[in-house]
């Protein structure tokens, strides 16, 4: 998970407690094999459970975030569920909750978002449900002002093999001032090395 969304996600914890106080996954741009960042405040028990079972691929609720552009209860969720991954949920104390899922921003990227939330107490309310949906709209897209044109031109060079010194030369500009702009640039993104930070800036589309 990369700092800023870390910081993102986390920031928001209050609300989902709030909200949720049962507990909730959200997955943020999900591509091939996994998303790019994550935060579960499902009781661990239930998330053994989950895994174990290997309810991942055969849970109703994702197959729905899979495919929706929007938001509704679980209970409004009507698709095959031949494991019982829902009558599993109430087991554990989940027996009320939404479902959210939003569609790739861009052809290329491809990459959706979800989140699961849920109460043991109530259905959640249609101003619940809006909130959520808006929170993680906001997650969900890529942050295309982290980098600053100048820091974004010396990532992209160094993602293409120039060093330091001749990014200088081209820009008319320091070798210091070439190191000091990678430096932000890698804060801003919280990456380590040149490669890490440009490969979190194109995901992001930020290159």
């Not at 996994?34 to 895994?51: G, I, K, M, Q, V």
């Not at 087991?91 to 009320?96: Q, T, V």
């Not at 160094?158 to 060093?163: A, D, I, K, M, Y």
């Amino acid at each position: 998970m990369t700092r800023g969304t870390l910081s993102a996600l986390t920031d928001q914890e209050p609300l989902f407690r709030d909200l949720a106080p049962a507990g909730c996954y959200v997955a943020l741009r999900v591509g091939f094999l996994a998303p790019e960042d994550e935060f579960n405040l499902f009781p661990s028990a239930w998330t053994r459970h989950y895994t174990i079972q290997a309810f991942g691929l055969r849970d109703p609720l994702i197959r729905w975030a899979a495919t929706a552009n929007g938001a509704t209860r679980w209970s409004a969720v009507h698709l095959p569920d031949e494991a019982g991954v829902l009558a599993a949920y109430r087991r554990h104390g989940l027996r009320f909750g939404c479902v959210i899922g939003l569609p790739a921003r861009t052809a290329r990227s491809r990459k959706r978002s979800f989140g699961l939330f849920a109460r043991s107490d109530r259905e959640m309310t249609n101003h619940e449900i809006a909130t959520l949906r808006a929170t993680i709209a906001e997650l969900h897209a890529p942050n295309r002002d982290a980098l600053t044109p100048s820091q974004a031109e010396v990532l992209r060079m160094l993602s293409e093999g120039v060093r330091y010194k001749e990014i200088a030369h081209r820009l008319g500009i320091t070798e210091g001032a070439v190191k000091a702009r990678f430096k932000a640039a890698c804060d801003r993104l919280g990456a380590r090395t040149a490669v890490q930070a440009a490969n979190i800036a194109q995901r992001r589309g930020l290159l």
